[in-house]
């Protein structure tokens, strides 16, 4: 079938976007699913942070391809071997599919599946099949979900079925912020009630993680971001503290507010300094957690020996450690009873024509989560 997608040629182009334009709208051609594959109307899809990386050349991708990896969709056709499916399901897009066979996959770490992450690479779906084309030539996939289309074939080991009643705008944000930021509170950190938690960076992703320490019970949720709207943003959805990551003190502050520094410093942003900020306002035998890509190449350092003697963990978290099979219908319950409104952090509907100006706010830090969407029955 034809239909209207955005194509990402070249990676490395800067912004402003609505002048070097990385973004072609174009009518490609879709193959119909395999058998172990599913066509889905894209109801939603979220501008995150990654895709902006993605477009910037921080994450290298194999291009031509269309990018974005956040939606939520209508399943409109199966392949004879689908089961986790079926034709009228409304699901979330996983952007890590789950082989369900590699060794992280059987021992419940699915968001590390290592033939996801191999497929990643070729721009291929997990199955190793490519469905997209324009004029006969090949255009790549983005993490088995390419959303920013008007319809996706993907493997089945890439959907989550969720309830119907769910607006595709607030559904597409339990594919990738939501998981990301709560799950890093709850899965990665597994944080105890009454702990002390510091959240740096406050996108999409970082507010998640302040829904997360609320619903974890935190006893002081501290909001750290170099946006001042950021801040008071936060505060309304939780934060008890708000820190200027731009103010040269920011640190000092935030290790005197809390007598030696959080239990707990999430990492959101996806930029050292972040990095820098959350390791040094952790607290002797406390725990920092990055979610934030940064550039591959970017390093960060430690002093060794205060790692040792202060007890120090750091931990990485993809996905926020999240079996979401398990995870994103559990958190859409919480959704349902008003405990993660994920709608306050909806930055305005755009269309596919809209896509690089739409990077330009994201990068200006002037939106939290755009949702794009193609279809007029989802414009919600
Ligand atoms: N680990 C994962 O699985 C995963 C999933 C999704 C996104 N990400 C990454 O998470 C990061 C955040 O994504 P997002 O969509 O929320 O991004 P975003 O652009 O919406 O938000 C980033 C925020 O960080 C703030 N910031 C920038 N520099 C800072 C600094 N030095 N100190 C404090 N705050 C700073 C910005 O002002 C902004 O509010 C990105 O790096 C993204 O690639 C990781
Ligand atoms: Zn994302
Ligand atoms: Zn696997």
Redesign the pocket.
Known sequence: MKMKAAVLYEQGKEHPFTETKPLVVEELDLDPPGDDEVLIKTGAA????????MIAG??ERKVPMVPG??AAGVVMEVGKDVTQCKVGDHIVMS?VPICGECEYCITGRP?LCITAFNARATGALVNGNRRLSLDGEPVYHTNGVSCYAEYMVACQDSVIVIDKDVPMVDAALFG??V???V??IVNTAKISPGSTIAV?????????AVFGGVLAGAGRIIA????DD?LGLARQLGATDTFN??DADCVDKVVEATKGGVDYAF?????V??M??AYSITRRGGTTV?????HLEHKFEIPHAQLVVDERTIK?????SSIVRQDVPKFIDLYRQGKLPVDKLRSGNIGLADLNHGFDK??R?D???QMLVMHDEFDA
Do not use: P, W
Not at 46 to 53: E, I, K, N, T, V
Not at 201 to 208: H, S, T
Not at 316 to 320: I, L, V
């Open positions: 979220g501008l995150c942070h990654s895709d902006l990386s921080i994450m990896h956040e952007f968001n990738c912020a998981v990301t930021g799950g890093a740096v960076g406050l996108g999409g992703v970082g507010l998640c750290v971001d170099i946006a950021k990551a731009s990492e959101v942003a996806g930029v300094e972040a820098q900020t990055t979610s934030g890509l940064s990485g978290s993809y996905m926020g994201l990068a830090g939106a939290v989560r």
